[in-house]
T-cell receptor, first 117, second 111 residues
Framework: GAVVSQHPSWVICKSGTSVKIECRSL??????MFWYRQFPKQSLMLMAT?????????EQGVEKDKFLINHASLTLSTLTVTSAHPEDSSFYIC?????????????FGPGTRLTVL | GESVGLHLPTLSVQEGDNSIINCAYSNSASDYFIWYKQESGKGPQFIIDIRSNMDKRQGQRVTVLLNKTVKHLSLQIAATQPGDSAVYFCAENRGSYIPTFGRGTSLIVHP
């Protein structure tokens, strides 16, 4: 099946620094990728939709300047949390929609645990 | 819309029993539904899906039932195993590939 990877799997940073999270589709091309955040014992909340070669579409309430998304190629999307603060600590998950998916599903990455001190 | 709660409902079962996890969805226009399994510290994993023109679909050890009249979805797991312990999310799609996740249910399987 399709594989999506994320890097890093976990990161600890100081408040005020920026953190970049990578999402890669390993064996398929993803024209669209999605970024979610998940707080403990809660559901996944869609942050933004990332389309290759164009600007990301952010969900209501998500700060564009805070969460920078770049989808430079068909296999890579990055999420940069700028000037991170403790409240940004969360589990960030990406997913990818394959160009030739046989089913109408997304393939999820393993997630990145961000802890801001 | 999205459903976020501070506490996940929990279902505890004995190994070998059948499990039934329920989900209520919000939008009658939703036409595609998916169940995901999420183990601790990992991303969601696709289990089974169903379209709105169906009311039942079976997979390996899993069955999804859809009742559009009451906007209810259920996931049945036969002969539950300890490896089935996880959080299960239902998700609904409304004409797009972007699922809206439900609240989630924590399944605990006791050996």
């Amino acid at each position: 099946g399709a594989v999506v990877s994320q890097h890093p799997s976990w990161v600890i940073c100081k408040s005020g620094t920026s953190v970049k999270i990578e999402c890669r589709s390993l064996d398929f091309q993803a024209t669209t990728m999605f970024w979610y955040r998940q707080f403990p014992k809660q559901s996944l909340m869609l942050m933004a939709t990332s389309n290759e070669g164009s600007k990301a579409t952010y969900e209501q309430g998500v700060e564009k300047d805070k969460f920078l998304i770049n989808h430079a190629s068909l296999t890579l999307s990055t999420l940069t949390v700028t000037s991170a603060h403790p409240e940004d600590s969360s589990f960030y998950i990406c997913s990818a929609e394959g160009r030739a998916s046989s089913t109408d599903t997304q393939y999820f990455g393993p997630g990145t645990r961000l802890t801001v001190l | 819309g999205e459903s976020v709660g501070l506490h996940l409902p929990t279902l505890s079962v004995q190994e070998g029993d059948n499990s039934i996890i329920n989900c209520a969805y919000s939008n009658s226009a939703s036409d595609y539904f998916i169940w995901y399994k999420q183990e601790s510290g990992k991303g969601p994993q696709f289990i089974i899906d169903i379209r709105s023109n169906m009311d039942k679909r079976q997979g390996q050890r899993v069955t999804v039932l859809l009742n559009k009249t009451v906007k209810h979805l259920s996931l049945q797991i036969a002969a539950t195993q300890p490896g089935d312990s996880a959080v299960y999310f239902c998700a609904e799609n409304r004409g797009s590939y972007i699922p809206t996740f439900g609240r989630g249910t924590s399944l605990i399987v006791h050996p």
